[in-house]
Nanobody, 126 residues
């Protein structure tokens, strides 16, 4: 699965932004998707993850209640709706995918993922 993330930009604290992750290639298989982010000088962290059937979602503690992950398999696209953005959300955001044998798998570790897209920069000013 090949991935292309988009939708990043410069916003003010409290604003909302929606990121998109478009998949191509082996999209006829089940695949779980995760959004990760990495800020300068910090380790990469999992922001959110979703299984193929969208029945299971996972969120990092720092974004719970503010971010929502969703997907439209007909469009082979996964979204990350980000609300109430904070300056500490500033980072490069990446989407990643892992083909699975079941629509029910959700992956929560970066090492689980096999395909990574190029990142999109999100900058939140105070």
């Amino acid at each position: 699965v090949q991935l292309q993330a988009s939708g990043g930009g410069l916003v003010q604290a409290g604003d909302s932004l929606r990121l998109s992750c478009a998949a191509s290639g082996r999209t006829d298989h089940y695949y779980g998707v995760g959004w990760f982010r990495q800020a300068p000088g910090k380790e990469r962290e999992l922001v959110a993850a979703i299984n193929w059937s969208a029945s299971i979602t996972y969120y990092g503690d720092s974004v719970k209640g503010r971010f929502t992950i969703s997907r439209d398999n007909a469009k082979n696209t996964v979204y990350l709706q980000m609300s109430s953005l904070k300056p500490e959300d500033t980072a490069v955001y990446y989407c990643a995918a892992r083909i699975s044998f079941s629509p029910d798998y959700v992956y929560t570790s970066g090492s689980d993922y096999r395909s990574w897209g190029r990142g999109t920069q999100v900058t939140v000013s105070s």
